[in-house]
């Protein structure tokens, strides 16, 4: 079956530190791997995306990810949080015409 | 802000009642679509349509009615729901409906169904 998992509920991490949100992916073929980020009562934004090329991806707001094929991964990172980063993050993936998205990650940045 | 308004914000219905969600889409593209976010749970997409027409509809239950009069405005309308049907539904749209098309999204309505 072709899913994302995001095997934490919650990341806690001090303001200033690095910061990684875990995302797997299980899908045939060539992902395509998305992350979005919901601020509380807002819909979801989009961070940034892996089509095809380089493995490293930058993103919105100093973020980027790392797509690895070998550990069907694609962690979002982040070398110094900030207070302003809490919020619900969500991996998602595109494969044979269908979306399909993680659980969601709540990550807290504490000053 | 993403350019993508959804009205209302929040709406409780009783089981027998019969309402709608709007969302309307500022950015000129050409795929919109719903989906259902409920707690510690995968956003679940309900339907895409393309260019006013459907291309998915995930197994809905058929008291959900999806309605794309134009490439800018969507409705869901809602009829003898459940109150396991109470969730955050969001409206977003692309540019196409490809995967590799970045999607942006509305605020949601609250949806509380007594």
């Known amino acids: 079956a072709q899913s994302v998992a995001q095997p934490e509920d919650q990341v806690n991490v001090a303001e200033g530190n690095p910061l990684t949100v875990k995302c797997t992916y299980s899908?045939?073929?060539?992902?395509?791997l998305f992350w979005y980020v919901q601020y509380p009562n807002r819909g979801l934004q989009f961070l940034l995306k892996?089509?095809?090329?380089?493995?490293l991806v930058k993103g919105s707001y100093g973020f980027e990810a790392e797509f690895n094929k070998s550990q069907t991964s694609f962690h979002l990172k982040k070398p110094s949080a900030l207070v302003s980063d809490s919020a619900l993050y969500f991996c998602?993936?595109?494969?044979?015409?269908?979306?399909?998205f993680g659980s969601g990650t709540k990550l807290n940045v504490k000053p | 802000e993403t350019g993508v308004t959804q009205t209302p914000r929040h709406l409780v219905m009783g089981m027998t009642n019969k309402k709608s969600l709007k969302c309307e889409q500022h950015?000129?593209?050409?795929?919109m679509y719903w989906y259902k976010q409920s707690a510690k749970k995968p956003l679940e997409l309900m339907f895409v349509?393309?260019?006013?027409?459907?291309?998915e509809n995930n197994s809905v239950p058929s008291r959900f009615s999806p309605e794309c009069p134009n490439s800018s405005h969507l409705f869901l309308h809602l009829h003898t729901l459940q109150p396991e049907d109470s969730a955050l539904y969001l409206c977003?749209?692309?540019?196409?409906?490809?995967?590799?098309?970045?999607?942006?999204f509305g605020p949601g309505t609250r949806l509380t169904v007594l």
């Open positions: 977003a749209s692309s540019q196409a409906s490809w995967g590799t098309d970045t999607q942006y």
């Open positions: 899908v045939s073929g060539n992902p395509y």
């Open positions: 892996y089509i095809t090329g380089d493995n």
């Open positions: 998602a993936t595109y494969n044979f015409n269908k979306f399909y």
């Open positions: 950015l000129g593209h050409n795929a």
């Open positions: 349509y393309s260019l006013e027409e459907r291309v």
